[in-house]
């Protein structure tokens, strides 16, 4: 017979202490809880020992079992209504995963038995055991040496951060052991580390984590979700990317990547999806909150709760009004934090964290939470500023302590390289750091993740390849994915031998590549997008765990000149603070004070110092009024003064850096820049070309004021005054 204590309501979930295990779980909805012990895997059927929680305050059902070690496998019954119209769907039969669960062992396998009703009738009662069919929560040891681990850190305006998918990225790497390929191990692994250390890489945002699941769909048609948008479990790591185990060892072995990459100076940043969960709408699974207390964990419809309100486009939205709700994301937050040492969040659609009836509320309770929290506010909070409800798109609406995927940024830019007309008065703001989104509430510069391609759409190869999707491998008939990808193929679809569409494209990389290390804010690359990696034009391949989705680490050799342009670029941003700046351009020097516009600024001839930044024309002359408005205008180039960063430096030392011009020349044709007067300049350097891919700034020639540059059709240049 079990032996069985009160224990105690706090801490939520599993928790060995050396001797036993406490477990206390959250339901309102419960007449009575069932923990639920197992000394096997699902796949091995196993004995089940039931043990029913003795205590239970402020709805927390609790109990302290002697005796468990880590590695055991339990889950939950609950006891209760089982009233679809009335937003009840408590039943017994459905073993229930820990939503604090730490690790989680197992798939689901869609058996009839996962879900809560009879097919072909949703408001039916499926009564049928579902332990053998679904995954199993994993007690853990949280005990791990991490030695001297430090976080790195990295201030934003120093920081270059790196997306990548866990599998993705390591999956085809030569030089990685085969059993350890698409792992945590494997991320950690010394060849991908000093590949991310000679990018200049500081942060890495790894695509979700937490433990997800594939969805039925996707499973009855052969594909998986790769992407991991689909969370289960807040707490645990997916078990899939583990190489050593699923009954804890994956937290170990998360816990020794970060380790490993702590090491080498760089951050982990964890895609986060708090917004939804697998469970789906009313016709989805009963794995875990669903079957706990439906109506504290999710939002229901008012007018009929059988049904969910979805604002992520997934089946449903978690219940932000919820203590409990609030409580398990920043319970999680803290943990992953605190016990895994991850370094910052970006949130999966955002915005619908901030909904707290139908609108988007900047001032909702979740993030009056994270301002206030001394552990979650202290870290790197990146936005998805946008989700799918009414009112959803919310760029540059995200409180002061949060940095914001700027989608912007990535449209314009993109728009400007294709040479869509009338783009270069919003390209300016956005390569000045985007100061129309981000000033006017206090925010800075680096409030604005810079990206031209992510995880979603296009790589960085399909953009300059493809004019239209190719998704036909997901099977939906080509009609999933966006169709506003704003590429452009360089003349022709798709792969092709044409050497002269070949350089074009290979330039048009180096262009994105260029544009995004010169603007103000924080860089984010997507991986494998310095090496060339394409998805055949698959815009949306959130289910393709396959070649189409896995970085081929081959094209290293075919694109070592593109992998050695992003190393340049993130050394000259590096070594430049002008590039990186803290505060937005004024358009004046340090010993002027009147206040102009960051893009139009006043000249030269107003004050005794220099303007810290002026846009010129080809021809050398300032640009006016009639100059931005002009359509057809895709060429001009910018003053970036080094004398006039005017900010402190870590010593409290004020700031000096080299000055610098940076021509953009979008036009289909080569043309002539005219270098400005001597005062700004009396001998400049070209230090980066993207036409010139290989040129060394040591074997440059130099230049004289008001000489004549030619810039080559769609490129850039930068030249370093002497």
């Given at each position: 017979?079990?032996?069985?204590?009160?224990?105690?309501?706090?801490?939520?979930?599993?928790?060995?202490?050396?001797?036993?295990?406490?477990?206390?779980?959250?339901?309102?909805?419960?007449?009575?809880?069932?923990?639920?012990?197992?000394?096997?895997?699902?796949?091995?059927?196993?004995?089940?020992?039931?043990?029913?929680?003795?205590?239970?305050?402020?709805?927390?059902?609790?109990?302290?079992?002697?005796?468990?070690?880590?590695?055991?496998?339990?889950?939950?019954?609950?006891?209760?209504?089982?009233?679809?119209?009335?937003?009840?769907?408590?039943?017994?039969?459905?073993?229930?995963?820990?939503?604090?669960?730490?690790?989680?062992?197992?798939?689901?396998?869609?058996?009839?038995?996962?879900?809560?009703?009879?097919?072909?009738?949703?408001?039916?009662?499926?009564?049928?055991?579902?332990?053998?069919?679904?995954?199993?929560?994993?007690?853990?040891?949280?005990?791990?040496?991490?030695?001297?681990?430090?976080?790195?850190?990295?201030?934003?305006?120093?920081?270059?951060?790196?997306?990548?998918?866990?599998?993705?990225?390591t999956y085809r790497h030569p030089e990685i052991p085969p059993e350890l390929r698409g792992t945590y191990a494997a991320l950690g692994h010394p060849v991908i580390v000093d590949h991310l250390v000679k990018l200049g890489v500081t942060a890495v945002e790894l695509m979700p984590v937490h433990q997800f699941v594939h969805d039925d769909t996707l499973v009855d048609r052969g594909l998986r979700n790769y992407w991991g948008y689909n969370t289960i479990g807040f707490f645990a790591p997916h078990n899939g990317y583990a190489a050593s185990g699923r009954r804890g060892q994956q937290v170990l072995e998360f816990k020794a990547m970060v380790k490993a990459l702590h090491e080498a100076g760089i951050e982990v940043i964890l895609d986060v999806v708090y917004n939804h969960t697998a469970e789906g709408n009313h016709l989805g699974p009963t794995l875990s909150f669903r079957g706990l207390d439906n109506a504290s964990y999710y939002r229901l419809m008012e007018n009929d709760p059988r049904y969910y309100m979805d604002t992520t486009g997934t089946g449903n939205s978690l219940l932000m009004r919820s203590p409990h709700v609030l409580q398990l994301i920043m319970d999680s937050l803290r943990y992953w934090i605190t016990e895994m040492h991850v370094d910052g969040f970006r949130f999966d659609l955002a915005a619908t964290l901030a909904r707290e009836l139908h609108e988007v509320d900047r001032l909702s309770a979740f993030f009056d939470l994270v301002q206030q929290d001394p552990v979650v506010s202290q870290v790197k909070l990146i936005a998805e500023p946008w989700d799918v409800g009414e009112g959803g798109y919310q760029v540059g609406n995200f409180p002061p302590l949060w940095t914001e995927w700027n989608g912007k940024y990535r449209d314009t830019v993109r728009d400007y390289w294709r040479g869509k007309p009338a783009t270069l008065p919003e390209f300016a703001s956005r390569l000045t750091g985007s100061s129309d989104l981000y000033a006017d509430d206090g925010r800075r510069p680096n409030a604005s993740i810079n990206f031209v391609t992510c995880h979603d759409g296009f790589t960085l190869h399909d953009l300059v390849s493809y004019d239209g999707k190719h998704n036909e491998a997901n099977g939906e008939g080509n009609r999933d994915g966006t169709d506003d990808n704003r590429s452009w193929?360089?003349?022709?679809?798709?792969?092709?031998?044409?050497?002269?569409?070949?350089?074009?494209?290979?330039?048009?990389?180096?262009?994105?590549?260029?544009?995004?290390?010169?603007?103000?804010?924080?860089?984010?690359?997507?991986?494998?997008?310095?090496?060339?990696?394409?998805?055949?034009?698959?815009?949306?391949?959130?289910?393709?765990?396959?070649?189409?989705?896995?970085?081929?680490?081959?094209?290293?050799?075919?694109?070592?000149?593109?992998?050695?342009?992003?190393?340049?670029?993130?050394?000259?941003?590096?070594?430049?603070?002008?590039?990186?700046?803290?505060?937005?351009?004024?358009?004046?020097?340090?010993?002027?004070?009147?206040?102009?516009?960051?893009?139009?600024?006043?000249?030269?001839?107003?004050?005794?110092?220099?303007?810290?930044?002026?846009?010129?024309?080809?021809?050398?002359?300032?640009?006016?009024?009639?100059?931005?408005?002009a359509g057809y205008n895709k060429s001009f180039y910018i003053f970036v003064n080094g004398d006039a960063i005017d900010e402190p430096g870590r010593r409290g030392e004020r700031i000096k850096d080299a000055s610098f011009l940076l021509l953009f020349n979008a036009h289909h044709g080569d043309l002539g820049f005219g270098l400005p007067p001597a005062r700004y300049g009396g001998m400049w350097c070209k230090v980066l070309d993207t036409a010139d891919p290989l040129l060394a700034e040591e074997e440059s020639p130099m230049v004289k004021a008001g000489e004549t540059v030619t810039v080559e059709a769609r490129s850039v240049q930068v030249l370093r005054r002497v």
């Open positions: 017979m079990t032996v069985v204590w009160p224990g105690d309501a706090y801490p939520l979930g599993a928790h060995f202490d050396g001797a036993g295990a406490n477990f206390a779980i959250f339901t309102e909805a419960a007449e009575r809880v069932e923990l639920c012990l197992f000394d096997g895997p699902a796949a091995d059927g196993g004995e089940e020992t039931r043990i029913t929680l003795p205590e239970v305050d402020a709805f927390v059902w609790h109990a302290y079992v002697p005796g468990i070690m880590p590695g055991q496998r339990y889950g939950y019954r609950v006891h209760g209504r089982y009233e679809p119209r009335q937003g009840d769907r408590c039943n017994p039969a459905k073993l229930l995963l820990d939503p604090y669960a730490q690790a989680i062992e197992g798939e689901v396998d869609w058996d009839a038995s996962c879900f809560g009703y009879e097919f072909g009738d949703p408001w039916s009662r499926n009564d049928q055991d579902s332990a053998p069919h679904t995954m199993r929560s994993v007690v853990v040891s949280p005990f791990f040496d991490w030695s001297d681990d430090r976080p790195p850190r990295t201030p934003y305006h120093e920081t270059v951060i790196y997306e990548a998918h866990v599998k993705g990225l193929n360089c003349g022709r679809e798709g792969p092709t031998d044409d050497l002269e569409i070949i350089g074009l494209r290979e330039r048009q990389k180096r262009n994105f590549m260029a544009t995004l290390f010169l603007t103000q804010g924080v860089p984010m690359l997507s991986h494998g997008d310095e090496i060339g990696r394409t998805q055949r034009g698959n815009n949306n391949a959130y289910c393709q765990d396959t070649e189409i989705s896995w970085v081929d680490w081959d094209g290293l050799q075919d694109h070592f000149p593109l992998f050695d342009f992003v190393q340049k670029l993130a050394a000259l941003r590096k070594k430049h603070p002008v590039f990186r700046r803290r505060r937005f351009f004024q358009g004046r020097g340090p010993q002027t004070r009147q206040a102009v516009g960051s893009r139009q600024g006043k000249g030269a001839k107003q004050g005794k110092a220099l303007p810290d930044l002026l846009w010129f024309t080809p021809g050398g002359r300032e640009m006016n009024d009639a100059d931005w408005s």
